[in-house]
C-alpha cells in the first residue's frame, strides 16, 4: 500500500524491515514469503532475493516525514497478521520500529485497527471470487 511512493532508498530498508518482521518470532510462514515478494514487487524490487537483518539506529534519517513512516508500519502491520497471528515478538519489533518514528502508543493502535478492518474486508472480497 502505498510503497511506491517510497523513495529508492526508502525501499531499499522497507524490504529489510519487512525481513526483519518476517523473522522475528522465528517462524517463516508461506504467507509472509509470498507478502514479501508482492511488496517488493510492489517497490520494484523484484530481483532483490537475500535480504539482510536490519539495525534500526537510524531509520528515522531515512524515512524523514510522517507519510512515509505511516506508510512502512502499515505494510509491516499488515505483514505480521498474513500469518493469522500477530506474535508477540512481531508486536514489540513494531512498536520499536513506531517510537524510532515517533508515531505515539495511540496512534499505533489506530494504524493496527485500520489494518485489521482493511484485512477484514480484503477477506470478505476475496470470497466473492470463489
Not at 4 to 23: E, Y
Request: proline share 1%; glycine share 4%.
Amino acid at each position: 500500500m502505498w510503497l511506491s511512493s517510497l523513495s529508492t532508498d526508502q525501499r531499499h530498508v522497507m524490504a529489510r524491515l519487512a525481513h526483519n518482521v518476517i523473522v522475528s518470532d522465528g517462524l517463516l510462514d508461506p504467507n509472509e514469503e509470498g507478502m514479501l515478494v508482492e511488496l517488493k514487487r510492489e517497490m520494484g524490487l523484484s530481483e532483490l532475493k537475500e535480504l539482510e537483518y536490519l539495525d534500526l539506529q537510524g531509520i528515522h534519517d531515512i524515512f524523514q516525514d510522517r507519510r512515509s513512516r505511516v506508510i512502512v508500519v502499515l505494510n509491516l502491520i499488515k505483514l505480521s497478521y498474513v500469518d493469522g497471528a500477530f506474535e508477540i515478538e512481531e508486536e514489540c519489533l513494531l512498536k520499536e520500529i513506531a517510537r524510532a518514528f515517533e508515531i505515539s502508543d495511540t496512534d499505533f493502535l489506530l494504524l493496527d485497527n485500520w489494518v485489521r478492518r482493511l484485512s477484514a474486508l480484503e477477506d470478505e472480497a476475496n470470497t466473492f471470487f470463489s
